[in-house]
Each structure stands twice: as C-alpha cells, then as structure tokens.
C-alpha cells in the first residue's frame, strides 16, 4: 500500500457550518473512507484540485430563504460526481436546481420516523419494518416545498412531505434527517451507501492500512535524519512516539519534562511504557524541572498568567534540552485533524473558540527545525485506534484529557508545592474510585480542583480549619459544551469519605453541579 492509495478515493466534505460537520466526516473514515472538509466557500480550482468521488454538503445555521446566504459552490454540481446534501446542503441543492424552499413556523428538532420510498438508490439497502419505517434525527426550521425538475421524493414524514430526493438519472441526492448522529438509525450504513456503492469507494481507510501508509512516509520524509518529540504523556503525542518508534526506531529522541504539575505516577507510566527494553524503541529523557516551574509561580495569582509562564518554562526547559542533542534535524508534534480545521477556520474569521494551547508552539522556527506532524490528516477516535494498533497500553489510549498547564489551573490561584501534593492524592482517589465502579469511561473528564478556602470542619472535639477539594465530571462530545455527569450518590460518597479521611488538610468535599456554558469544565 503506497501513500497515494489509501488518499486516492476520497470524499469533500463542503462545510455550511453545522455543528455535526466534523461527524459527518468521521462517518465516512469510520467505513473506510478518506474524505477531507473544506468551508463553503472553497474556489473551483481547489475543488477540481482535490478530485474528490463524491460530495457531501453538511447542514448549517441559516437559511436559503434569505439572500446573502452560503451557497454551494459554482461546478460544484456539475463535477459528474455523486453529491449528498445533509438538510441545509440538501435545501441548497433544491433551490439552486429550481426547486423551492419555505421556512416553517415551527422548527422540527427530535426523533421522527421517515417512510422511504422503494425505488431510493441511497436508502434501498437499509433493513426497515414492513411500513419501510427507518427512525431518524431531525433538525430544522426550513424544509424543501417542491422538488426540483428529475427529482424523486424518496422519504417523508407527516410534518416533512419532502425529506429526502434523488435525481432520477444524475448521482444528485438529499437528506432532510441528519445520518450522523447516532439518533438516526443506521445512519452507519447510509454513508457506507453513499461513501463505498455509489462512490464507488473501496474502504481501503483502515488502521492497519493508515499506519503502514504513515510508516512509509514518515521513512521517506526522515530518510537517516534524528527526529526530536515532546513526550507529555497525553493519547496524541504517545501515538505520535509509537508511531515514529515504528518508522526510525532510535532515530526519536522524546523528551519528557516533569514539571511538577503532573498527575499521580504519570511520571513512572510514561517512563515505563516507552522504556528502552519495551515495545518501543526509542530514546527517552526525563528532564526534571519540577523545582523550576515551581519557583516561576511563586505568588502568580493570575490564571492566564499562570498558563503563560508554565507555557513558557516548558519551552525553555525543553529548548535547553534539545540544544543538548546537536544532530537533530526534525521536531514533531501532535497536531490532528481538528486543530487543523480550526486554525483553517480561524484564518477564514469564522472560529468560534480558540484554545490558549500549551504546545511546543514556535519552536521549530526558532530551533531552525522541520516539522513532522504523523497525525495530522487523523480523528481523535483514529488517533486511538492507531494508538491501540500500534500496541499502547488501553489506559493509555483512552485517557481522559489533561490540559498542558496540568495541576497548576487546577489549583485556584497561587500553585505552591504542598497544594500540588494534596491535589495530586485527591485526585488520584476520585480516578481510582470512579475505575473501581466502572464510571471513568463512562464520563468524558473527570478530576480534583484544590480549593485554598479554609472551611470549618469537625475532628473528635476539636474544630479544625482546612481547605476544600471540588470534584468535576462531565459528559461531552465535543468539549465545547458539556453536561455535569450525574454520578451515584454512593459513588460520591466514597470519594468524599476517602478523601476526608487519608488527607488531614482537607475538611470538606464538595461535587459541581455547572454546565458548559456557561461554567467552563475547567475551573481556570
Ligand atoms: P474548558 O475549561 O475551556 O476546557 O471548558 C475545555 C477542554 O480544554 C482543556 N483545557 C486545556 N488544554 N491547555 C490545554 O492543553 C489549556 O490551557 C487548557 N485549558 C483547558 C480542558 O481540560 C478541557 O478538556
């Protein structure tokens, strides 16, 4: 398998600003399709450029019945390859072949149940009831009023006559109810459909093929040149050291710096998965900066302050170390897919929220490095499928997110060792605890925050005034919003009662209840 095959068949995904854009894409990788997303507003050269098999125009948050509204682009439809419209790119798609589109009074948002029509080249190989009943996610306010010339109406509910059409002889599809979202039943299946039988795909986008093709490439790109990595422990970067173990072996530095902030053993994890007799074979080194990060925020009060120095030291730290190791030419990072979308949006105007990231942001320029980004074309979902592919430990690949500023925007206010170490037990009981009861991979995050407010609490007949440790868990997809995860009382409980009785400086417990928004799931 060369480069070029597993990228040859590929799908655009046309972005009109829907939330599900990027599950729309997931879906294809998940049947074994390459696709890419591109804004809207992509030019016609870009788009013959990239020779796409098939189109799918993703839903978005306005309306074709007002004027300056996204439109798709010009060629688009007449490129002779088959194109899916999802709700808004479906709307789209009728009024620019003469159909029309009206807004209703009442926007349509749930579970509905379409009828499909028997003649459907799209929905034919979906497994309905006898009423050719198939469960679906609805979202939307317009709906498509008529079709336009050579379009079929192939589904429809009581309220949505019109959801969904097909072109009787062009490969011209659209869909009202949104596949995506695991809400519509065989939603899977649909894009297989699409993605494999009418783009005539091969499923060819698989874990054992990406890394083979990432492998290949990585050879190439590298040839005999040492390769530097900033380890932090985290699912991208690990992916991103087994992945290059596999490719250059002892030709990958890692470095990995302790920088006081870190979780309890995650130091001894690290060390221990990429150690020199284990499966991977690299070269680690352990720089410990501990008393340097720490010395640095002595008094710093100010979150983002905070964020910046130990952004900051990290770069200093790992900079001096790099310096040490004089024949390297190449730094690589952790980058994936979602963050390339959105610095691509960010530069379009059109980003919504823009995380302050801890990374090794500038340094390639400033050390005169290349830079080799393994993941960059890959989900996070991808990212752990390569990650268990290329032997990494479970915990390891489905770990939940640690922000780089680590225990540091997780103590309020000024970071000072003996908070670090009570936190860092805290926070080790709750994880144990939620394992112990099967919750940690049921709930998205999950973690301790030291609060250095002094509560009273009660020990035999003495009052003792101590600090108070929060407790946070959330459901999300995306991370953008998220839900407080209603964990067991009794689970609670437990957490609560260790954590009073193995650490004598905490008085009180408390669990927080805050959605995202308008709470952030961090508490800095
Ligand atoms: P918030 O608190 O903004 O967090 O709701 C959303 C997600 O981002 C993580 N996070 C960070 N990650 N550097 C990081 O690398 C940071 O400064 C940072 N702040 C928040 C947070 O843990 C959550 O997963």
């Given at each position: 398998?060369?480069?070029?095959?597993?990228?040859?068949?590929?799908?655009?995904?046309i972005?009109?600003?829907?939330?599900?854009?990027?599950l729309?894409?997931?879906r294809?990788?998940?049947?074994g399709?390459?696709?890419?997303?591109?804004?809207?507003?992509?030019?016609?050269?870009?788009?013959?450029?990239f020779?796409?098999?098939?189109?799918?125009?993703s839903?978005g948050?306005?309306?074709?019945?007002?004027?300056?509204t996204?439109?798709?682009?010009?060629?688009?439809l007449?490129?002779?390859?088959?194109?899916?419209?999802?709700?808004?790119?479906?709307?789209?798609?009728?009024?620019?072949?003469?159909?029309?589109?009206?807004?209703?009074?009442?926007?349509?948002?749930?579970?509905?149940v379409v009828?499909?029509?028997?003649?459907?080249?799209?929905?034919?190989?979906?497994?309905?009831?006898?009423?050719?009943?198939?469960?679906?996610?609805?979202?939307?306010?317009?709906?498509?009023?008529?079709?336009?010339?050579?379009?079929?109406?192939?589904?429809?509910?009581?309220?949505?006559?019109?959801?969904?059409?097909e072109?009787?002889?062009?490969?011209?599809f659209?869909?009202?109810?949104?596949?995506?979202?695991?809400?519509?039943?065989?939603g899977?299946?649909?894009?297989?459909?699409f993605a494999?039988?009418?783009?005539?795909?091969?499923?060819?986008?698989?874990?054992?093929?990406?890394?083979?093709?990432?492998?290949?490439?990585?050879?190439?790109?590298?040839?005999?040149?040492?390769?530097?990595?900033?380890?932090?422990?985290g699912?991208?970067?690990s992916?991103?050291?087994?992945?290059?173990?596999?490719?250059?072996?002892?030709?990958?530095?890692?470095?990995?710096?302790?920088?006081?902030?870190?979780r309890?053993?995650?130091?001894?994890?690290?060390?221990?998965?990429f150690?020199?007799?284990?499966?991977?074979?690299?070269?680690?080194?352990?720089?410990?900066?501990?008393?340097?990060?720490?010395?640095?925020?002595?008094?710093?009060n100010?979150?983002?302050?905070?964020?910046?120095?130990?952004?900051?030291?990290?770069?200093?730290?790992?900079?001096?170390?790099?310096?040490?190791?004089?024949?390297?030419?190449?730094?690589?990072?952790?980058t994936?897919?979602?963050?390339?979308?959105?610095?691509?949006?960010?530069?379009?105007?059109?980003?919504?929220?823009?995380?302050s990231?801890?990374?090794?942001?500038?340094?390639?320029?400033?050390?005169?490095?290349?830079?080799?980004?393994?993941?960059?074309?890959?989900?996070?979902d991808?990212v752990?499928?390569?990650?268990?592919?290329?032997?990494?430990?479970?915990?390891?690949?489905?770990?939940?997110?640690f922000?780089?500023?680590?225990l540091?925007?997780?103590?309020?206010?000024?970071?000072?060792?003996?908070?670090?170490?009570?936190?860092?037990?805290?926070?080790?009981?709750?994880?144990?605890?939620?394992?112990?009861?099967?919750?940690?991979?049921?709930?998205?995050?999950?973690?301790?925050?030291?609060?250095?407010?002094?509560?009273?609490?009660?020990?035999?007949?003495?009052?003792?005034?101590?600090?108070?440790?929060?407790?946070?868990a959330?459901?999300?997809?995306?991370?953008?919003?998220?839900?407080?995860?209603?964990?067991?009382?009794?689970?609670?409980?437990?957490?609560?009662?260790?954590?009073?009785?193995?650490?004598?400086t905490?008085?009180?417990?408390?669990?927080?209840?805050?959605?995202?928004?308008?709470a952030?799931?961090?508490?800095?």
């Amino acid at each position: 398998m060369t480069r070029s095959n597993i990228h040859d068949q590929r799908l655009l995904v046309i972005d009109f600003g829907s939330q599900y854009t990027q599950l729309i894409a997931r879906r294809v990788r998940e049947v074994g399709v390459y696709c890419e997303i591109y804004p809207f507003d992509i030019d016609n050269s870009a788009l013959v450029a990239f020779a796409p098999r098939g189109i799918i125009l993703s839903g978005g948050p306005e309306s074709v019945t007002e004027g300056a509204t996204p439109r798709i682009p010009e060629g688009l439809l007449d490129l002779g390859v088959p194109v899916l419209g999802i709700c808004y790119g479906m709307q789209a798609m009728a009024v620019q072949l003469g159909g029309a589109v009206g807004g209703s009074d009442v926007r349509e948002f749930g579970h509905a149940v379409v009828e499909i029509a028997s003649n459907s080249r799209l929905l034919q190989s979906l497994d309905l009831d006898l009423n050719r009943g198939l469960p679906v996610w609805m979202s939307h306010g317009d709906k498509v009023l008529s079709a336009p010339n050579g379009f079929n109406v192939t589904a429809s509910t009581a309220s949505t006559p019109i959801a969904a059409i097909e072109h009787t002889e062009r490969p011209l599809f659209g869909l009202q109810f949104h596949p995506e979202v695991t809400q519509t039943q065989q939603g899977v299946e649909i894009y297989r459909r699409f993605a494999i039988e009418i783009c005539g795909c091969d499923g060819v986008w698989t874990a054992d093929h990406i890394v083979t093709d990432a492998i290949n490439h990585i050879r190439d790109l590298v040839g005999d040149e040492k390769v530097l990595l900033g380890l932090s422990g985290g699912v991208d970067s690990s992916v991103v050291a087994a992945m290059l173990s596999r490719a250059i072996g002892d030709q990958l530095t890692c470095v990995f710096v302790d920088n006081g902030l870190l979780r309890k053993n995650e130091r001894d994890e690290v060390e221990a998965t990429f150690a020199p007799s284990n499966t991977f074979d690299v070269k680690l080194v352990t720089v410990d900066a501990q008393d340097e990060f720490l010395d640095r925020l002595k008094g710093v009060n100010d979150p983002e302050t905070k964020r910046k120095i130990i952004g900051n030291t990290f770069i200093d730290v790992f900079e001096r170390e790099a310096n040490k190791l004089t024949d390297v030419a190449w730094l690589a990072q952790g980058t994936i897919y979602p963050d390339v979308i959105e610095s691509a949006a960010s530069q379009h105007g059109k980003a919504h929220v823009i995380k302050s990231h801890h990374n090794v942001g500038g340094l390639p320029e400033r050390m005169a490095l290349k830079l080799i980004e393994p993941l960059r074309e890959l989900f996070k979902d991808e990212v752990r499928e390569i990650g268990l592919h290329l032997g990494l430990p479970r915990e390891l690949v489905f770990r939940h997110p640690f922000p780089g500023p680590g225990l540091g925007v997780r103590i309020l206010g000024e970071v000072c060792r003996t908070y670090v170490d009570v936190l860092r037990e805290a926070d080790a009981i709750f994880l144990e605890e939620l394992r112990r009861a099967d919750y940690y991979d049921r709930v998205s995050q999950a973690f301790a925050v030291y609060l250095p407010v002094k509560s009273v609490g009660v020990v035999g007949d003495g009052r003792r005034y101590e600090h108070v440790i929060a407790l946070r868990a959330v459901e999300t997809v995306d991370f953008m919003t998220a839900r407080w995860a209603q964990l067991p009382y009794a689970l609670i409980e437990r957490v609560s009662n260790r954590i009073m009785n193995e650490i004598s400086t905490i008085s009180r417990v408390v669990y927080d209840v805050s959605s995202k928004p308008p709470a952030t799931i961090e508490w800095e």
